[in-house]
């Protein structure tokens, strides 16, 4: 069974940064791409950003060019670094990952609070 181990959720101010962190059970090259969602109160959950295998990236348009995702392949990691961060950024945040067999499986971590607030 993949476990999803999302970390990194904080409270901070406007225009701060905080990095989070999912770790995953066994080798995230198993999986043929990560992500990164989130849902505020009253919303529908989003993504966020995303990562494939082989390292290609997309983002949102309301978070690109403050969000950067990245993975350490041999920790098992994707991080979502936030930059700049701002009061409707604050969501629970949820680390996704896809593996493709026969069926499309997706996989879930359990959520990670961000709350950006003065």
């Known amino acids: 069974q993949v476990q999803l181990v999302e970390s990194g959720g904080d409270l901070v101010q406007p225009g701060g940064s905080l990095r989070l962190s999912c770790a995953a059970s066994?080798?995230?090259?198993?999986?043929?791409?990560m992500g990164w969602y989130r849902q505020a109160p009253g919303k529908q959950r989003e993504s966020v950003a995303a990562i494939t295998s082989g390292g290609s990236t997309g983002y949102a348009d309301s978070v690109k060019g403050r969000f950067t995702i990245s993975r350490d392949n041999a920790k098992n990691t994707v991080y979502l670094q936030m930059n700049s961060l701002k009061p409707e950024d604050t969501a629970v945040y949820y680390c996704?990952?896809?593996?493709?067999?026969?069926?499309?499986?997706?996989?879930w971590g359990q959520g990670t609070q961000v709350t950006v607030s003065s």
């Open positions: 066994e080798s995230i090259f198993n999986f043929n791409a």
């Open positions: 996704n990952a896809q593996k493709i067999t026969y069926r499309l499986n997706n996989y």
